[in-house]
């Protein structure tokens, strides 16, 4: 199954609250179910810049140490992509715009994250996501 690996806490945001706007450089043609990794990495200072604008958007989010990372922790559908010069709602001005909707939390799965769109074998998903 397609996977897109997310910082935290923004991984947090898609599956657990309102985080419906993915932000990228690049557009993405497909639609469907892809999984959000949890990135390993997440430095004090990002969180802190994550956490403000969350808390702007009305979203508490958890402290950094309880966060899940290095893991796959949900799936979301892909619906649209677009591209915007404006900011709206948790869409970035100058990025594409990922909307996203149905986010499922699954039992987290320990694995590597990739750049870009990688593959996470089926048999791994279809154990936690049934």
């Not at 706007?21 to 892809?34: A, F, S, T």
């Not at 994550?50 to 140490?65: D, H, K, S, T, W």
């Not at 694995?111 to 593959?119: K, T």
Request: positive net charge; hydrophobic residues 40%; proline residues 6%.
């Amino acid at each position: 199954m397609k996977a897109l690996s997310v910082r935290q806490p923004w991984a947090w945001a898609i599956i657990h609250s309102t985080k419906n706007i993915e932000n990228r450089g690049w557009p993405i043609n497909y639609r469907g179910d892809i999984l959000i990794h949890a990135a390993k990495t997440c430095t004090k200072k990002e969180y802190q810049l994550a956490r403000e604008f969350c808390q702007g958007m009305g979203v508490v989010i958890p402290e950094l140490i309880s966060l899940r990372r290095g893991q796959v922790i949900g799936i979301v559908t892909i619906v649209d992509c677009k591209f915007s010069q404006v900011a709206s709602g948790w869409g970035m001005p100058g990025q594409y715009h990922w909307k996203l909707e149905n986010p499922r939390e699954i039992t987290p799965i320990p694995y590597i994250g990739r750049l870009g769109i990688f593959e996470v074998p089926d048999d791994l998903v279809m154990e936690v996501a049934a």
